[in-house]
């Protein structure tokens, strides 16, 4: 698998993703808006043997104190082949000298999988968000993941 920055050109294989994935997606102009911000970090996940193959994108914005991991998704037919493990460790090596901001998502506390995920690589459970979700109005569970300590050479 390669990983690298999101493209304009991706957006369509976003979409496709982001509808399979979600049952409230994002639109193309809120894609294409955070791919355009400076603050946002936006990778996506190639196929191995067709690096023009989308399969799977995460959205982070830089804030003051935290990196917010925004969006994630994986194409249905990849998941649990640890296509979300390996961006969110390219995630974290590309802010590996921002040491003073963690990083934060909030997950459906109905989504065991993800929390495991989420927990496995070092994030914690901090808050509830009430109702956060507008499909069904379901409870959010707010994450954290600390700061990087800085490394010495």
Known sequence: ????????????????????SYATPWSRSMFAGELSKASSVCIGALDEDDEEALVGYLIVSRYVDAWHVMNIAVDPARRRAGVAIAMLERLFELTVGDGRRGYTLEVRVSNHAAINLYQRL?????????????????????????PQPQRVA
């Open 122 to 146: 070092g994030f914690q459970p901090r808050g509830i968000r009430r109702g956060y979700y507008t499909d069904n109005r379901e409870d959010a569970l707010i994450m954290w993941r600390d």
């Open 1 to 20: 698998m390669t990983i690298r920055a999101l493209q304009l050109r991706d957006l369509a294989e976003i979409e496709r993703i982001e509808r399979e």
